[in-house]
């Protein structure tokens, strides 16, 4: 048998047939791909802070998707750093957004609170009474307010004992452009789905139990989309009586 039919005859080795290496499959990262499902579905991290466990999932699979590997580029390396970038971005956006929204509002009642004791040191009582007022029940802008509050018994009566009020008293005895301190940041919170701040102000002379505790609503006018604040409550914050102790 000549050697060229030998040759023929033996079967040849993969490499030696031309499937070396580089003609195998790549390897399949499915952690590639999980990686950019829960990277898209980070957009719902701008909606509330519980959805934030969304890019932190598509972090760990992008970061698995990521370990060594061989000669080949593994299949699902490509979506891995793209949901790698969605995750990041609107994991971002989910973390500042309410950090801004909180500054933004906690600006806003503040102003709204400062303005109300401007309102009231003013002897502007009528318009006191209906910026504690939500934005469903205030009277048009066109409204006579005094008129109103003086022909109405009802409304007349309601606006004594807003008068005789001990926290309107002190602000009016303060007078108008009294500097009242802000003596701690303004607290913005949730509660049963009404957004709320609470608002501290130290009355100017100092005084003890001066501090005037201010509890502001926030709700959105559906009309036309506006937000508007009113307050809830207004109080001195006084020192609590702790009874001696007892031996």
Request: glycine share 10%.
């Given at each position: ?97 309410p950090t801004l929204k909180s500054m933004t509002l906690g600006a806003q009642a503040e102003q709204f609170a400062r303005d ?20 469903v029940n205030r009277f048009p802008t066109t409204m006579p307010l005094p008129a109103h509050y003086t022909l109405n018994e ?86 609590p009586i702790v009874a001696p102790l007892v031996l």
């Open positions: 048998m000549s050697s060229q039919t030998s040759e023929t005859a033996v079967p040849r080795m993969a490499a030696e047939a031309g499937y070396g290496v580089e003609d195998t499959p790549p390897p399949l990262r499915v952690s590639g791909y999980l990686c950019l499902i829960f990277g898209l579905l980070s957009v719902f991290a701008v909606v509330g802070k519980a959805a934030l466990l969304l890019p932190i999932l598509a972090v760990l699979f992008g970061l698995f998707a990521h370990r060594r590997y061989g000669e080949r580029v593994p299949v699902g390396l490509g979506a891995a750093k793209v949901g790698l970038v969605l995750a990041a971005g609107f994991g971002a956006c989910g973390l500042v957004m109300y004791v401007e309102v009231v040191a003013h002897d502007e009582l009528e318009l006191a009474m209906e910026l504690q007022k939500n934005y009802s409304a007349d009566r309601n606006m004594e004992e807003f008068r005789q009020d001990g926290v309107n008293t002190q602000i009016r005895n303060r007078g108008p452009g009294a500097e009242w301190r802000l003596t701690r940041p303004v607290r913005i919170f949730t509660y049963y789905g009404s957004q709320k701040a609470e608002v501290t102000l130290q009355d100017p002379s100092g005084s003890k139990g001066s501090e005037l505790y201010m509890l502001l609503e926030y709700q959105v006018d559906h009309r036309n989309g506006d937000g508007q604040w009113f307050v809830e409550r207004v109080m001195f914050n006084t020192e």
